[in-house]
């Protein structure tokens, strides 16, 4: 077995330390002080009586307490990079009972993996805004990775929220609003849990673009930086926006969340205590487990007390044989640098979670590998050992591929349409551009969707998925115009400029032109895309080819396939373009999903989940592209404040193209008698008194002969991470020449205190998400909306506050629905404001605070077509 230093953890100082993003960034960053993140310590323990986890804790508490020093280090620590078959698993507790827990991406299906379906992404759902179909993708995905043996399913997002549309992996989410967000994060989690899968809230926190993440990624490009990103984020903007749908998902009861991998305030997010022990298990009372985003902990009893609870994939860095954890870790807790109770709260954390979402301890094997689609091969994949039936290719997907095709038509939205849609048997349809085809290798050719060929239907990198199969637009639409006698032809071609004017140019044509833009994670290279993109425009000279058909012919649809905004500006308002559609990433359904809508088998009603702006300049937000701070972390100063999207174009009273919850319908609606009705909340009441001491479950040995690899009782596993030492003495163990002569100084003050710690005034006693208050119904707003038209439609009725305030939004979406009516027929919108929802918060005070300002309510079919509006009393 080799040597594994403890020099890692001793060395390594801890989470530097505090206050608010720096105020000065106009300053060149030499002359400036770095923003920093104030310590928070010791790390929260359990609550035995959190709201939805009593019966979960009992349960790992009884388990817990039966476990022994070295099973608890296995089950925070992981087995290293491609140990097993999952993209992370921790060590088994066999004399328990349990196998090791898997962890397997993505946030749109189980990834790496065969016979599974690939669904639509977040974004795309999020656009739907329709609560139960999210709910029903996350319970359809929790299914499909507890058919795999998968334990932790890696999503859903909000990090990235989208504060730069050109932001690599914001598809992988939502939507830059954070109340979109937040519904698109709890519902997902309610539905991967009812499903027997845990779910993982990520990236926490800050994590709005790829470049600079790593230090050896970015290296890797040429970039010569020593430190990450570090994402300056101030105290209010982190609250009012960034960490608003997190306290969503504690609040849904979500059973793992992962910290990103770059800085917050110069300190690494897996480290920086203010965020984990203060924010989220602290302010926001959050009950499970934090893992690491794969080689984002940076340091051992550092990383420990600042409150992250399982190291992913558990080496230092892939395939170094070697873990801050492990053996580090259980050195740590005998010799007293890390407390028993802090290791104890890690396992009773971890295993919460676990008794949230399974009866059984004994679990259904894991019945794929990650490394491989071939049936037989090595379990231990790095190793190359244990060679054995590694794959059972069992088919998860049930009929998924119903719900896909829905949410990929309900997801839809219908930008433009001067009549032309939807269409009836159109005489002679004209399919043009690539984006209407297959990839010509097949679907999955490229390595986690790491290229833009033929249709797009998923973004790239590790919140993907293979598809099953992919339902082309070409196929779709030819197949419709068989049936209805139409003449079809299609050239799947950016470049056929000849051939494709020869062919719009007939009489009689209706041309459908579809483009896209591609982005993804920041370890894939896409045609010079480092994960984010590297401008809006469309790929493939999208905008030639669209600007071409419509020159040629006067009824051109166009539809964009992309993971965010692109730039229409210059031929959205052409006369020759009837149409515009955003099919988002659909998944594995995509041609179906866009005939559903194109010919009104589904009427549109999704929304834009984000702003398209005339430029990229006019969204006042961007990737960082280039170190700005010699080789030190490169410096991303969030100085817009809450101030993104829709917010930033209506502070800055700029024209769009189109606004942020826009979207058309074959069918129209008309909004009136808006009302107020006031609910009797009550006066907010900080939450005031103490936790009870750190407890401790169970004892450990303190013999050192104990912990030694049982090398008599199985085999050392080649790079495989273990929480065994290799001797019995400490030092030698340790790998630190200097072992004993720091441990005791180098943590910062009360990182090991276990007395009852003062309960912070925003937080819920017993209540995960924070105070209960907060989510007080204060006021229910009430619309009559009309289906004036003459078939039946879906309508998105928005409900927005302005706050009044000088720094405050001109408008905030607080809550929506998606109603069906009938034509001619009246529906009641029914929205809600709660404490929160007319809150801001306060940094001096630490709470949410009501200001004075008078506070108005509106409500309309989108951020900026406020039909309705009404003074709050
Ligand atoms: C890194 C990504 O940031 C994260 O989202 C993913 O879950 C892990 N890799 C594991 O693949």
């Given at each position: 077995m080799r040597l594994r230093s403890a020099a890692q953890w001793l060395l390594v100082l801890p989470a530097r330390s505090s206050g608010l993003a720096d105020k000065n960034s106009h300053q060149p960053l030499e002359k400036r002080t770095l923003a920093t993140s104030e310590p928070f310590y010791p790390s929260p323990w359990m609550n035995p009586d959190a709201d939805g986890w009593t019966e979960a804790y009992a349960r790992a508490k009884e388990f817990v307490s039966r476990m022994t020093l070295l099973e608890k280090v296995n089950l925070t620590t992981g087995v290293g990079w491609e140990a097993e078959q999952c993209v992370g698993q921790v060590g088994a507790i066999p004399r328990l009972g349990l196998r090791s827990l898997c962890m397997q991406d993505s946030p749109l299906g189980v990834r790496g993996t065969d016979f599974n379906s690939g669904f639509p992404s977040g974004q795309t759902a999020a656009a739907t805004f329709d609560r139960g179909l999210i709910y029903r993708r996350g319970y359809a995905m929790g299914q499909e990775a507890r058919g795999k043996g998968v334990n932790v399913l890696l999503g859903p997002v909000a990090g990235p929220l989208g504060r730069a549309p050109t932001g690599g992996r914001n598809w992988e989410g939502f939507s830059p609003d954070p109340v979109l967000t937040g519904v698109g994060m709890a519902e997902s989690i309610k539905g991967i849990q009812d499903a027997g899968t845990i779910a993982c809230a990520k990236h926490f926190i800050g994590n709005e673009q790829e470049h600079f993440r790593q230090v050896g990624e970015a290296q890797g490009y040429g970039f010569n930086i020593s430190e990450a990103l570090s994402s300056n984020i101030d105290d209010k903007t982190l609250h009012e926006l960034y960490l608003w749908p997190f306290a969503d998902a504690v609040r849904a009861g979500v059973g793992s969340v992962m910290c990103s991998y770059q800085q917050l305030n110069n300190s690494y997010s897996c480290q920086n205590s203010k965020l984990l022990n203060g924010l989220l298990k602290g302010e926001l009372g959050f009950q499970g487990f934090v893992m690491s985003d794969w080689q984002a902990q940076h340091t051992g009893a550092a990383s420990a007390v600042a409150g992250l609870d399982m190291t992913m994939p558990g080496d230092t860095e892939f395939n170094t044989g070697r873990s801050y954890w492990g053996a580090n870790l259980t050195l740590a807790v005998l010799n007293g640098t890390v407390p028993a109770y802090r290791i104890d709260d890690m396992a009773m954390r971890i295993m919460a979670a676990f008794f949230k979402v399974n009866k059984d301890i004994k679990l259904d094997p894991i019945n794929f590998s990650f490394w491989t689609l071939d049936t037989y091969g090595p379990i231990h994949w790095a190793a190359q050992t244990g060679y054995q039936q590694i794959n059972y290719h069992v088919d998860v997907r049930a009929d998924h591929g119903s719900l896909i095709r829905e949410i990929g038509a309900k997801g839809t939205v219908l930008l433009k349409n001067t009549g032309s849609l939807p269409l009836k048997k159109p005489k002679f349809l004209a399919v043009i551009g690539e984006d209407a085809g297959p990839n010509t290798s097949g679907p999955n050719s490229c390595s986690d969707r790491g290229c833009d060929n033929g249709t797009l239907a998923m973004g790239w990198g590790s919140g993907t998925a293979n598809f099953p199969y992919v339902v082309t637009p070409d196929a779709a639409l030819q197949a419709q115009a068989l049936q209805d006698g139409s003449r079809y032809e299609s050239i799947l071609s950016n470049y056929a400029t000849s051939q494709i004017k020869a062919l719009v140019s007939q009489a009689n044509v209706t041309a459908i032109v579809f483009v896209n833009a591609d982005s993804g994670e920041g370890y894939i290279n896409v045609d010079g895309?480092?994960?984010?993109?590297?401008?809006?425009?469309?790929?493939?000279?999208?905008?030639?080819?669209?600007?071409?058909?419509?020159?040629?012919?006067?009824?051109?649809?166009?539809?964009?396939?992309?993971?965010?905004?692109?730039?229409?500006?210059?031929?959205?308002?052409?006369?020759?373009?009837?149409?515009?559609?955003?099919?988002?990433?659909?998944?594995?359904?995509?041609?179906?999903?866009?005939?559903?809508?194109?010919?009104?088998?589904?009427?549109?009603?999704?929304?834009?989940?984000?702003?398209?702006?005339?430029?990229?300049?006019?969204?006042?937000?961007?990737?960082?592209?280039?170190?700005n701070n010699g080789n030190g972390a490169p410096q991303d100063d969030f100085t817009e404040g809450v101030f993104i999207d829709y917010r930033y174009f209506d502070k800055t009273n700029s024209s769009v193209i189109y606004e942020f919850g826009h979207g058309l319908s074959y069918t129209t609606f008309e909004y009136s008698n808006i009302r107020v009705q006031k609910s009797n909340a009550g006066k907010y009441e900080p939450t005031t008194g103490k936790t009870s001491p750190a407890p401790t479950f169970g004892n450990f040995s303190t013999n050192l002969k104990d912990y030694v690899f049982p090398s008599h009782e199985f085999p050392y596993v080649y790079e495989y991470i273990y929480p065994y030492l290799n001797t019995t003495d400490p030092k030698a163990a340790s790998g630190d020449a200097n072992y004993g002569q720091t441990a005791d100084k180098f943590l910062p003050p009360h990182a090991t205190d276990s007395s009852a710690q003062p309960l912070l005034r925003s937080s819920g006693k017993n209540s995960p998400g924070g105070n209960r208050q907060l989510y007080d119904v204060m006021y229910t707003i009430t619309a009559d909306i009309k289906n004036t038209g003459s078939i039946v439609g879906e309508e998105v009725p928005q409900l927005y506050v302005a706050l009044g305030g000088p720094d405050d939004p001109k408008v905030q979406l607080r809550d929506f629905d998606r109603i069906r009516i009938d034509p001619g027929k009246t529906a009641q919108f029914r929205g809600t404001l709660t404490r929160r929802d007319l809150s801001n918060w306060d940094t001096t005070l630490q709470d949410w605070v009501i200001s004075k300002y008078k506070k108005t309510a509106y409500v309309g079919r989108s951020s900026r077509k406020l039909d309705l509006s009404i003074e709050l009393p």
């Open positions: 895309n480092m994960g984010d993109r590297k401008n809006l425009t469309l790929w493939k000279d999208g905008d030639a080819l669209v600007k071409n058909v419509a020159s040629w012919c006067s009824n051109t649809i166009v539809v964009i396939h992309s993971p965010g905004p692109v730039l229409l500006t210059e031929w959205y308002n052409s006369p020759n373009v009837t149409a515009i559609l955003w099919a988002g990433l659909p998944g594995q359904e995509s041609g179906n999903s866009i005939a559903d809508v194109l010919y009104g088998r589904v009427n549109p009603a999704a929304r834009s989940p984000f702003t398209w702006g005339p430029t990229r300049e006019s969204y006042g937000t961007d990737v960082l592209y280039t170190p």
